[in-house]
């Protein structure tokens, strides 16, 4: 069949955090498939790069498990579908109701959007101050918390790398060659090894696809970075590799840290991690010779032992060696609307009625960074009669009971609530435990939009325009944020008419009334969204409501972005309006913010001295304790199980049906020829794996990119796919069955899903 220009349409993936930019053709059953898939060459950031995932996205939007009617738990455990008016009555006063008996910080909220749907959550920020909601988490806080924290103390604000230019990447426990996280990391990892100027670093105990690929892999032990990477810095220091005229320009603190790495023993630290002392020096040297060095960590380190201290001591590294706010180098992305923002919620901000109230959890006193509290303590939050207890929960956008530590703990907490309701697209893990479930539209039948925007110093966002319309009996977030506030009485058509009116008759009419009424009232600023929504929406272009919110930020951005969004065109008084005129026409994505020099990080850089601290007490004595060296497991669990591995064909668990797995990898248990002889096992059988928290049944893939003693499972994988027959087809193990959420980071409470302590044994020799 020949395919026409006309034909492709614009729109983006949602499996990563790129969300590169898609050509697609639609048509099939109901004209509401998604037949062909190619890269969008005038998208400005992806630039027509594709991975081989996005091909597969229909099986996203064409689910058998999809939901398509509110659906009311009974008594029995089954669900009964009902019609969206009694859905939205009776979600609205249950979740008043606790408000009423608790008070709303019972009410919990967790998620709020995926890879690639971040305008949900933006409208339901107005559904948690009508409930007066104050603690939440998303999967944020079982990854980047410790991160973010770091940020904070050093920069005041995030960071990001430069690989399409660096001399030398570093990848910290991350395999962007599956994984991704920045642009085109595929064609990145192919360019930097062709070119022998250049160069990858790799500490990954596995072989990932990344290290085949990398120029010095760093095979730590498991669990092993702190060592690593101390003794990288360590190196740095005692082979007065430092950049000290720019470590006195621009920061503060070298000498109360760098103390601790000059007595350091390195030849020690080095057979703690397992790297011969020379490569680690060569590494070293490597980075401190470099003209620009970006490096990325994730969540092998951060979902690991010593997360948050990982992440402050490879900041060492870039910093004593002087990359950022060059190109090439670390520099500070400008947020076209930050995340953090969005999901500060409304704890430790300063309260007109008293004290500012600490940032910790009600129960478990947990940390609470950017807003988030830690995914391990959100059962613990539940199952317990202390007074303060979380009583209710609103799930958006997220699979908890699947994707947090301890499954089984996290399902017990869910149906302990008084009241919870889920919103998804699918009969997820956590759906099958909620009071009410609500069906929301896909990403690809309403606008949508990631808020991941992370490039420097020119900065990307793309809006999409819907595909198909919602499927019958679905709704936008938008649209269920919204009725919940209406059927709260928050907000009443009465009170927005003359807003509505002024939309539809010209923008400027709005925008003077829609300040005034901000101006004169609180409750309109706290629902703005969900006005705009109903106000503006209507008089946007067909489908393209649910873009409202984003007059706002757009105006927002510009307000307090004058000089960066007037360099990328937006320019003078109307420069928020015509930013987000660029964002609803631009439908392969808009530049909005050029900062014009790598030097502008500096200036964004927002500690109390302005110069980036290197010193973070909290976390030394995290650091001296590694001098007693790395303790090893308990006996009866020989192996570490990194459980959750970015694979070729996972995709968290945006993608359920698991037909998709062409390459049959889903649920293999990667294992090391040596280990597999040693427990008389071979490639394909099948095996019992156990922690202390569970055993599951797997096939082994035998592979030498393991070490001896790591094994490894995928994430995203162990889903109860729901095919169209009504048979429920489970395809490997999934992994949280087998965590354990007190295992986690001692700053930040981030889990320790890649090292789990296990045991495999034969399945004929297990009664
Ligand atoms: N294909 C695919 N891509 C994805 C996703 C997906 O589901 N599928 N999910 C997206 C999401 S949400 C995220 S957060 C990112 C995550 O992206 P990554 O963090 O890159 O993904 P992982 O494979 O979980 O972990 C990376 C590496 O950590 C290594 N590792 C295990 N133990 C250790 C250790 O002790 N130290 C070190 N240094 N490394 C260790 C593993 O061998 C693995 O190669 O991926 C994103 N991209
Ligand atoms: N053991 C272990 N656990 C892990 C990991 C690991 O490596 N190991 N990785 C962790 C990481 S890094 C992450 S990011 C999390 C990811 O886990 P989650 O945060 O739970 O996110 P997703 O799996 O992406 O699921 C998002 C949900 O959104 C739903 N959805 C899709 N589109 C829409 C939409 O338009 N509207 C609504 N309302 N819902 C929609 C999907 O059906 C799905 O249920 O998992 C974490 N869990
Ligand atoms: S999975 Fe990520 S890298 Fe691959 S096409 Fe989708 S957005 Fe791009
Ligand atoms: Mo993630």
Redesign the pocket.
């Given at each position: 069949m020949s395919v026409k220009d006309e034909d492709w349409k614009k729109t983006a993936c949602?499996l990563c955090s790129i969300n590169c930019g898609l050509e697609m053709t639609t048509g099939g059953n109901n004209g509401r498939e998604i037949l062909r898939v190619r890269g969008d060459k005038d998208h400005p950031i992806s630039k027509g790069y594709i991975c081989n995932k996005a091909a597969r996205l229909n099986y996203?939007q064409n689910a058998a498990d999809r939901l398509t009617s509110p659906m009311r738990r009974k008594p029995d455990g089954t669900y009964e579908a009902v019609s969206w008016d009694t859905a939205i009555k009776e979600v609205a006063a249950g979740l008043q109701a606790v408000k009423a008996r608790h008070g709303g910080d019972k009410i919990f909220y967790y998620?709020g959007g995926?890879?690639g749907?971040h305008l949900?959550g933006a409208y339901g920020d107005g559904l948690l101050k009508a409930l007066g909601v104050k603690y939440r988490a998303?999967?944020?806080s079982?990854?980047k918390t410790g991160e973010f924290w770091v940020n904070g103390k050093m920069f005041g604000t995030g960071v990001h790398g430069d690989f399409d230019h660096a001399e030398v990447s570093v990848f910290i426990g991350k395999n962007p060659w599956q994984s991704h996280g920045f642009p085109r990391a595929r064609n990145v990892i192919n360019e930097i090894k062709k070119d022998p100027a250049r160069s990858m670093i790799v500490i990954d105990p596995r072989k990932s696809e990344t290290a085949q690929r990398a120029d010095y892999h760093l095979a730590i032990k498991p669990g092993t970075d702190a060592w690593c990477l101390s003794a990288l810095v360590a190196i740095i220091v005692q082979e007065k590799l430092i950049d000290e005229a720019w470590v006195n320009k621009h920061t503060q603190g070298a000498d109360q840290i760098l103390p601790y790495f000059k007595r350091m023993k390195i030849a020690k630290y080095a057979q703690e991690c397992g790297v011969d002392e020379q490569l680690l020096r060569d590494a070293a040297k490597r980075i401190a010779n470099a003209s620009s060095v970006s490096v990325f960590e994730d969540?092998g380190m951060q979902?690991n032992l010593h997360s948050t201290l990982g992440s402050y001591i490879q900041r060492l590294i870039w910093l004593l060696t002087g990359n950022f706010g060059k190109k090439g180098t670390i520099n500070t992305p400008i947020p076209y609307l930050a995340l953090n923002d969005a999901s500060k919620g409304s704890v430790g901000k300063k309260n007109a009625k008293g004290p500012r109230p600490k940032k910790v959890s009600p129960v478990t006193g947990s940390k609470i960074i950017i807003g988030l509290i830690p995914c391990n303590d959100i059962a613990d939050e539940i199952l317990t009669d202390h007074p303060n207890r979380y009583r209710a929960m609103i799930v958006?956008?997220?699979?908890?009971v699947?994707?947090?530590?301890d499954s089984q703990k996290m399902r017990a907490a869910m149906r302990e609530l008084e009241f919870s309701v889920v919103?998804?697209?699918?009969m997820?893990e956590?759906a099958r435990e909620a009071d009410y479930i609500l069906p929301?539209?896909?990403?690809f039948e309403?606008q949508?939009c990631t808020f991941f925007n992370l490039e420097f110093p020119r900065n990307g966002f793309h809006l999409r325009a819907p595909l198909f319309k919602p499927l019958e009996g679905t709704l936008s977030?938008a649209e269920i944020h919204t009725r919940l506030l209406e059927a709260m009485g928050e907000i009443k058509s009465q009170d927005i008419q003359r807003l509505a009116w002024a939309a539809k008759t010209n923008r400027a009419l709005f925008a003077t009334l829609f300040a005034a009424s901000a101006a004169r009232n609180k409750k309109f600023i706290n629902y703005a969204p969900n006005i705009l929504f109903r106000t503006l929406g209507p008089a946007l272009p067909e489908g393209s409501a649910e873009a409202a919110v984003l007059w706002i930020v757009s105006h927002l951005f510009v307000k307090g972005n004058r000089e960066y969004a007037a360099r990328a065109g937006f320019t003078g008084l109307l420069g928020g309006e015509k930013l987000f005129n660029a964002i609803l026409n631009g439908h392969s994505g808009v530049i909005f913010a050029d900062a014009g020099d790598y030097s502008e990080s500096f200036k964004r850089v927002k500690t109390p001295s302005g110069k980036i601290n290197l010193y973070i007490p909290e976390l030394v004595t995290e650091l001296v304790k590694l001098e007693d060296g790395f303790s090893t497991m308990a006996p009866e669990y020989p192996f570490i199980l990194s459980?959750?591995?970015?694979r070729a064909e996972t995709?968290?668990?945006?993608i359920?049906n698991p037909a998709w797995d062409k390459k049959e990898q889903m649920g293999t248990l990667r294992i090391n020829p040596d280990d597999a002889k040693a427990i008389k096992i071979e490639n394909g059988q099948e095996v019992k794996l156990s922690t202390k928290r569970a055993s599951v049944k797997v096939t082994v893939e035998v592979t030498p990119n393991m070490q001896a003693g790591h094994v490894s499972l995928p994430?995203?994988v162990g889903l109860e796919y729901i095919d169209t027959d009504g048979n429920i087809v489970q395809k490997g193990a999934a992994?949280?069955e087998?965590?354990a959420s007190e295992d986690k980071d001692l700053i930040a409470g981030t889990?320790w899903?890649?090292h789990v302590a296990a045991k495999i044994e034969p399945l004929e020799s297990v009664a």
């Open positions: 949602i996203y998620g995926g890879q749907n949900g998303n999967a944020l079982q990854e969540l979902q958006e956008s997220g699979n908890p699947h994707s947090v530590s919103i998804d697209i699918a997820t956590t929301a539209a896909s990403q309403k949508e977030e459980a959750g591995e970015r995709t968290n668990t945006i359920r994430n995203g992994p949280n087998l965590t889990p899903h890649k």
